[in-house]
């Protein structure tokens, strides 16, 4: 079957011959693959689509079904986006969630790269606090302890990342320091926090760090995770900005200071435009991992998009379609991610482009 | 101003790489006005020598001073000493990330505080002094060697400094693109610049230079007017590289 046609005039058949069989090993892997899809492909739309029960009253028509027990998302899924946030209140995580994606958005696109970006920021920001916590306006007081789903891993994400950030590349800088005290701060603050989990700096920061602050002085649950992740982030982050700072090259230090710029400028002027350029693709790799690893607060009690699956999961009467609910979550991470990574892409592009030079 | 003055003085320096000695107790004083050239084979310590006026390098024994000041590690001398000298490089080294125009104004509007407008008034006036004024938008990465390097000269004399260094400035260009960068140096000469050029370009050196110091392994070898460097040096080492490089 995967002999070649004799003659190749049909542009359609000299495509495959050339994409798809051009040399033997190539025309096993072909059809190996084929194969393999034929087995997989067909069984997985019979049981997510052609099989698949969308509407039921309760779980028994979906027990009896072959196909995927949809209903339980449709069931569950304001559980799995809001947590245990009052339920006729669900409009105001939802709100925040839209403000937070429409900030996002925003400042993706260059043209609002402009001084009131950050205002617009703390404006937003503003808005989903009095939207998330209430108690003024007639909104009910909500408190952080019952906030969760969605809107908590893009909350731990967005602070995650504007608390990181700046911190890496303070700490990408110092490790570049000529000062010794300096450099051995930032170096022993990369490896330790490096060299830990995360999920034992967030142990750490639940229970440990309680005992040695003063009696009768607490840090919320929900902030004490937040600088954890943070704090681990920035770790990794500060490696990536140092890579992009080593591939700046030397002359351009030079350049910069035979026009007499002081550090400061040098650096925010000449140096990190250029090594951040460089940086992109793992900054957002980094940032894609920062977003996924927000769901291990689920081990020191706090609901994100991940724990809130895990517990529909524990309903008796739903029990044994974890299947269904984790797709479900998988499809909103994936959908956050591409769009991270495609975007990231597409800057890459742009800036490439911009400068003359051809895109890598 | 003090026509006679001093620009450049060192007294006596050294400068060593780990082991290597750069630079054995150079002696040198350029006064304003005055064009050197700089020449010798490579590793012959020319460029650390121009280095060491801008404080690219630091001298481990001696004393650079430049415009009066004395360099040392304190950095605020060392910055207003760069403010007052601008410095053209074999790479060119513009910076990728902006376009020619906002290559000549960030010295002026960082280093100096100058109103951007201002800045933009003076870098178009040099760019159009480099015959360029038609690249203002573009990026580096989309101009010539040639006109790269031109660039470079309009962004050090955007600082309106009162010293000018050369550092092979024409090396890394393909012969075709020498002349016009040479043509823009002679031109800043006439205007009466203070200027310290590293190059292999002998007859640039001989219109141009008031005198020629010859250097090799770390030391100033021979120091005289173009003239008499070019029709009777006066060592061997300086003749053996005349003609090596007149030769070809």
Redesign the interface.
Known sequence: MAAAPKKGSDPIFEWIRAKLFPSPLSSVATVLILYLAWQAIPPFIDWAFLDAIWRAPDSAACRAAAGACWVFVTEKYRFILFGTYPYEEHWRPALAIFLLITLWAASLAPMFWRRWLPLMWLAGLAAIGVLMWGGIGGLSYVENERWGGLVLTLLLTTFGIGGAFPLAVLLALARRSRMPVLQGLAVGFIELVRGVPLISLLFMASVMLPLFLPAGVSIDKLLRAQIALILFAAAYLAEVVRGGLQVV?R??Y?????????YW?KTV??IL??AL?IAIPPLVNSFIGLFKDTSLVLIIGLFDLLSTVKIVLTDPVWSGFGVEAYLFASLVYFVFCYAMSRYSQRLEWRLAR????RPR | MMQDAAMVEMEKVSKWFGAFRALKDVDLVVRRGEKYVVCGPSGSGKSTLIRLI?R?ETHDAGRVRVNGVDLDDDLRKV?????E???V?Q?F?????LTVLENLT??PV???NMPLHEANALAMQLLERVRIPEQAA??P??LSGGQQQRVAIA??LC?KPQLMLFDEPTSALDPEMIREVLDVMVELAHEGMTMIVVTHEMGFARTVADRIVFMDSGEIVESAPPGQFFSSPGTERARIFLSRVLGH
């Open positions: 090259p002359g351009q030079e350049a910069a200071d035979a026009l007499g710029l002081s400028r002027l000449v435009p250029q350029k911009a400068e003359g030079a | 801008n690219l910055d207003a000493v760069r403010r000298v601008g410095m490089f790479s080294n513009l910076f990728p990330h960030l010295g960082w280093a100096r573009k990026y990465a989309r962004r050090a600082m």
